[in-house]
Structures are given as structure tokens and as C-alpha cells.
């Protein structure tokens, strides 16, 4: 079982460029996360997806979108890169009951 | 919602148990203890959770004293795998809200040969 499959897992963007994470998870679970971890800190929710079809703002949402293409797929946005984004980003899943099963990650620095 | 305090670190013989206490004396009645840990920069694992009683699986036990203040995560004989952040979360059960997992910075367990 791959569990959460999150591409790419290493990216060098300069600043005000844009990209996408792609986040995939195969266990059929409901909800979805985005969740970005920097030096010194806790992980921090960017955004979530409840269920297909919805999504809400965590706790530093600024600067990011996203996007709950299916129930299998959440995608996190980044517009216009600032360096300030440079951060190790996980994607999560869960289901009512279960822990998050997290993804590898993406290591992403902006210069 | 309710914090956790943890050490910042401890040490572990391999083959002993290793206790990782949890503070959480602000936790409410229908909010769960989770346990995660995270290996080297991985993404974190689930280990274990409860609300409370005691629980125990393949990986670890949770101990959750009677007044729910605090919780104890037991790995029964830590290997040199087992070297990791070791997270303790307080989790809102109400339906709808299952995203506010506010994490910490955790207890760096070194299991040491």
C-alpha cells in the first residue's frame, strides 16, 4: 500500500515564481491536509479538506491555495514564492476514528 | 483548545522501556490524546491514541491518569529504530472540527546502544 504519495519531494523555486504540490493518498479516506513544518516548530495547518468537494482555512493559510480535485487528490498552491514559504510540507489523511497517515514530504526552498 | 507540555529530551537504554510523560491539564471531556512520532525528518507517524482508558497495540501503551491531565506513552523495550520526536497532541472529537491538532515541539527520545 502507498498510503499518502506526495510529489515532488525536493524543489528550488525563485521568489514570485508558482507551483503545485500534488498529494495522493489510496486508503479511501474522507479527509485531507496540508500541514507546513519549519525549524523550531510544530507543524502547522495550512489548509484541510474535510471531504471531497470542500475545503477550509487552517491556521497560516496566507500566500497558499488549494484544491480537492477528488477524493483522492489535494493539491496545495503556491502563487507567487517568497522566501518566508521555505519550509518541509507534509500532506495527511485520516478518516473518523483513525490517526493521519502523513506523506514523505516536500522540501521546499525559495530563493 | 488544550496544550501539552513534554520534556525537550530524553534518553533510553535499548531493551528498557521508555516512559514519555505528557501534561495536558487543560484537556476537556471529549477531546482524545494522540501520540505521533517522527523519525529523522519523515513525515510523522500515528502510534497511538485514547480518551480514557488505557490502551495498547503492536507499537506502544497509553496511560491516562483518572483525572485526564496527563498521559503516559510506554514503547515496552525501545530499539535504536525507535530514536525519534515523539509528539503528544490533544485533539477536538466534535464532528466536523477533527482538524485542530495543535503540535508542539515534542520530546526528542534517544534510544542509545
Sequence with gaps: NAGVTQTPKFQVLKTGQSMTLQCAQDMNHNSMYWYRQDPGMGLRLIYYSASEGTTDKGEVPNGYNVSRLNKREFSLRLESAAPSQTSVYFCASSEVGLGYTFGSGTRLTVV | DAKTTQPTSMDCAEGRAANLPCNHSTISGNEYVYWYRQIHSQGPQYII?????????????????EDRKSSTLILPHATLRDTAVYYCIVRVTNAGNNRKLIWGLGTSLAVNP
Design chain 2, 49 to 65: 491514541h485514547g480518551l480514557k482508558n488505557n490502551e495498547t497495540n503492536e507499537m506502544a501503551s497509553l496511560i491516562i491518569t
